[in-house]
T-cell receptor, first 114, second 115 residues
Framework: GAVVSQHPSWVICKSGTSVKIECRSLDFQATTMFWYRQFPKQSLMLMATSNEGSKATYEQGVEKDKFLINHASLTLSTLTVTSAHPEDSSFYIC??????????FGEGSWLTVV | AQSVAQPEDQVNVAEGNPLTVKCTYSVSGNPYLFWYVQYPNRGLQFLLKYITGDNLVKGSYGFEAEFNKSQTSFHLKKPSALVSDSALYFCAVRDRASGTYKYIFGTGTRLKVLA
């Protein structure tokens, strides 16, 4: 089946630094990828839609300058959390639109900002 | 606005018994509905989807879901629960009004299968 890979699975960074999370579609091309954030024991919150070759579309309330999204190829989208703060600590999940328009999710990335 | 509701935060069921995880939706037009499962510290895994056709949809791991248009429901079911089915289950609807493949998720239902 379609596989979406996220890297890293776990990352710890210091306040004020930036951290990049990668999302790759391994066996299919994805013109559209999505980035979600999940707080403990809560549902997924869509942050932005990443479109290959164009600017990402951000959901209301999500800071574009803080959460930079780049979809440079048909198999890779990156989320960069800039000037991270402890409140940015969360579980980030990406997804990609695959065959038959089914959405496949990555394994998620735990970000801890200390 | 498109929305999905999962009325139960947690469902407990004994191993071997049938299980049902409830989901209701509110959409304009015909819905595209999905079920995903999430194991601890993992991403979401696709279980099944309803786009059109037969109201009873069969998916992975023996799960199935019944689309009921009159009740605007898409409940997830399994005839015989396994302890390994214990996980967090999300119902989702594709936000067709936005013209994108943006999904709207319910708040999730934690299924606990007791041995």
């Amino acid at each position: 089946g379609a596989v979406v890979s996220q890297h890293p699975s776990w990352v710890i960074c210091k306040s004020g630094t930036s951290v990049k999370i990668e999302c790759r579609s391994l066996d299919f091309q994805a013109t559209t990828m999505f980035w979600y954030r999940q707080f403990p024991k809560q549902s997924l919150m869509l942050m932005a839609t990443s479109n290959e070759g164009s600017k990402a579309t951000y959901e209301q309330g999500v800071e574009k300058d803080k959460f930079l999204i780049n979809h440079a190829s048909l198999t890779l989208s990156t989320l960069t959390v800039t000037s991270a703060h402890p409140e940015d600590s969360s579980f980030y999940i990406c997804s990609a639109r695959g065959r038959e328009n089914t959405i496949y999710f990555g394994e998620g990335s735990w970000l801890t900002v200390v | 606005a498109q929305s999905v509701a999962q009325p139960e935060d947690q469902v407990n069921v004994a191993e071997g018994n049938p299980l049902t995880v409830k989901c209701t939706y509110s959409v304009s037009g015909n819905p595209y509905l999905f079920w995903y499962v999430q194991y601890p510290n993992r991403g979401l895994q696709f279980l099944l989807k309803y786009i059109t056709g037969d109201n009873l949809v069969k998916g992975s791991y023996g799960f199935e879901a019944e689309f009921n248009k009159s009740q605007t429901s898409f409940h997830l079911k399994k005839p015989s629960a396994l302890v390994s089915d214990s996980a967090l289950y999300f119902c989702a609807v594709r936000d067709r009004a936005s013209g994108t493949y943006k999904y709207i998720f319910g708040t999730g239902t934690r299924l606990k299968v007791l041995a």
